[in-house]
Every structure is written in structure tokens, then in C-alpha cells.
């Protein structure tokens, strides 16, 4: 297939796919020997720096639907990484908290989140990767303007 006439090659969202994809299976590999996927390692490590946080916010931190963040908490439960208790003020709801041996495996791990970024970080200079940072956070705020754009139309249909 001749990819030079493939519009696709400068669609942002597709070329935004397809980097995401190679960039989570290049750290699916590296995280494999610790068990843990890059989706739990998010979601643990955000649990990690602020323990005590209830399912909403830490679907909020990731970027994860409900019933994603769920699943993966009830994974990382199930392996020992963190442990849930009833929330004080809404019976419904649960606080969820780090394990001794959660943070053992977010300190171990770390150094391969942080090393992957570096590595990719090599292909531009820092001024080109805070530029692309910063354009990346550009388009996340544009789409959510969009989404809720969508969401509030559809509402008043």
C-alpha cells in the first residue's frame, strides 16, 4: 500500500492512536516481569501520591470511565497493591489506599516509566518536547471543550 497519498497520515487523532498504542505495548513489555499493565501502573501510581482518594477522583486523575477505574482497582486489590475502605460521610462510596507492597512495586517501576520518557524525549530537543507538551495539552482542552460541547446539545434535544 502506498502510504504517501494515505490522508490519514496527517490526521492528529489517528497518528495520536497509533503513537499512544506503540508507547503503551513498548511499556506493557517493560512493566510485564513486575505483572502490572501500564492502565493499573497509572492508576496505582496515582493512588500513591495521594492515598485516601475516592474512585471519582482517581477516574478523574486518569482520564478513565467508572467502571474502568473499578475493574482496575479491583485488580490491583486482588494482587495486594492497594486496599479499599467505606467512606466516613458516604457509606456508598470507598476510599482507596496504598499497600506496603504497592509502594514497593511504584518505586521499583518508576525508573522504567521515567527512562521509556527519556528515551523518546531523545528524538527532540527539550525546547521541542516542552512545545509538544504543551500543544498535546492544547488539543486534551480543545476535545473536552468539544465533548462537553456535544454532551450540553444533545441534553437539550
Known sequence: MNTSNNSLDHSIGFQMGVTYRK???????RL???EITPEQWSVLYQVERADGLIQKELAERTDKDRPT???????????????????????RSFLVYITDQGRSLIHATLPIENQTIDEVKRCMTEGEYNLFMELLLR??????ELTDREKDNRQHE
Not at 488539543?139 to 473536552?144: A, K, L, P
Request: net charge positive; glycine share 8%.
Open 23 to 29: 508507547l503503551s505495548n513498548l511499556l506493557h513489555s
Open 32 to 34: 510485564k516481569e513486575h
Open 69 to 91: 477505574t473499578t475493574r482496575i482497582l479491583d485488580q490491583l486489590e486482588g494482587k495486594g497493591y492497594i486496599y479499599k475502605k467505606t467512606g466516613e460521610n458516604d457509606r
Open 139 to 144: 488539543v486534551n482542552r480543545r476535545v473536552n
